[in-house]
Structures are given as structure tokens and as C-alpha cells.
């Protein structure tokens, strides 16, 4: 599968908007167009993805072009989503672009529904307390409005992992999380810790 390593973390269901300008990720674009549109997203551990020599997360998101362009000198603008999680089983060579053998991750079974239903809706409480309150302090963050996540619990911990104000790290951990009532659980930590701290900022503190 073609592979962009980048510095964000790409979530199922999450808009990913790419501007590609570099001659080889232009050639990865028409070359998806050509085919059915993916290519894989992985977070660059260490490093810089330019020019190579950069060290690279296991886990990432499949992305499937919805839609693109392409300007008069060459450039790709592409509106991507991400679809589903892979795993890298091999790097391939880069050129002409990066490339990898990859195992596509199911998603496990939800066994406990009703304590998945609970976190969700606290995630959601937390997301829009947490959302609020980076707005008031003109913080860069997602709308309140974006807060009101899918009633599935699976796809709701996708969601909020995206619009949540963390680090790369702390996202591509939230990636990794196999059972999505344990993703839930990690965010709700995270939103609470991360209002705690806005809230000491509102306050002065």
C-alpha cells in the first residue's frame, strides 16, 4: 500500500484535508486516483519525513480520497477520510514513494455495550466542557458543535480521539487501543486532566 508518514495522527472517520507539493507524494496521488483511492497514514516517530531518514509508528489509518485537484503547476489538493486501522508488517523500498505491506486491523467485538454507552456519554460531556472552554481562552480547537459524537460507541471513541486536544503521542496511543472500551476510558482520563488545566487557566492559576 502507498504510505504517507506524517506528523498527525489520521483516526477512522476523521477528515484529513492534504496539500502535496513534493514531486514523490504527488506521483503516490495519481497513482491512488488511478487505483481505489487509499494509501496508508502513519505517524513519524522521530525524524523528518522529508528526505528521508525518519523513524516511523506501526499503527496507523487507511485514507480513502473522496475527493481531489490538482493545480496548474502539479500540486494535489486531496479531502481524505480515514476508513480503518493497519498495522505495518514491512517497509518497502521509498522510491518512488513510500510503500509498505500492511495488515488491515478489525475491529474487536464490543462485549460489555451498556459500560461502552456510559463512556461514551461521558466522553461527550467531557469533549464539549473541554471544547468550551479552549474556545474561551482562544485556544485552536475544534467547534463545541463538533462535540456531538455517533451514537456507536466504536465510531463515538474515533471522533472524540480526533477532536481531542492532545498531543501526537497521546493520539497514536489512543490509536493503538484495541478495545474501544479502554480508548473511552483512556480519553475520559485525558478530557479531565485537560479541563482541570484549562480550568486553573480561566482561573488565573
Same mark, same amino acid.
Given at each position: ?12 472517520? /476523521? ?47 487507511? /485514507? ?36 509498505? %505491506? ?93 479541563? %482541570? ?9
Amino acid at each position: 500500500m502507498p504510505m504517507f508518514p506524517l506528523g498527525t495522527v489520521l483516526f477512522p472517520y /476523521a477528515a484529513l484535508p492534504l496539500h502535496l507539493f513534493e514531486e514523490r507524494y504527488r506521483l503516490l496521488a495519481e497513482t491512488c486516483l488511478r487505483g481505489d483511492g487509499r494509501f496508508g497514514v502513519v505517524l513519524i516517530e522521530r525524524g523528518f519525513e522529508v528526505g528521508g531518514g525518519d523513524a516511523r509508528f506501526a499503527v496507523g489509518t487507511v /485514507a480513502h480520497i473522496v475527493e481531489a485537484a490538482r493545480t496548474p503547476d502539479g500540486r494535489f489538493l486531496l479531502a481524505t477520510v480515514g476508513t480503518e486501522r493497519l498495522r505495518i508488517r514491512k517497509w518497502l523500498d521509498d522510491d518512488p514513494f513510500p510503500r509498505a %505491506e500492511v495488515d488491515l486491523l478489525d475491529e474487536p467485538r464490543l462485549r460489555d455495550r451498556a459500560r461502552a454507552a456510559e463512556l461514551r456519554s461521558s466522553v461527550q460531556r467531557l469533549l464539549t466542557r473541554v471544547l468550551a472552554m479552549s474556545a474561551e481562552l482562544g485556544d485552536h480547537a475544534a467547534p463545541v458543535g463538533a462535540a456531538e459524537l455517533d451514537a456507536d460507541p466504536v465510531r463515538a471513541s474515533y471522533e472524540a480521539a480526533a477532536l481531542a486536544p492532545v498531543g501526537p503521542l497521546d493520539a497514536q496511543q489512543l490509536l493503538e487501543v484495541d478495545d474501544p472500551v479502554a480508548r473511552l476510558t483512556s480519553l475520559e482520563t485525558m478530557l479531565t486532566d485537560a479541563a %482541570e488545566i484549562l480550568g486553573l487557566r480561566l482561573a488565573g492559576g
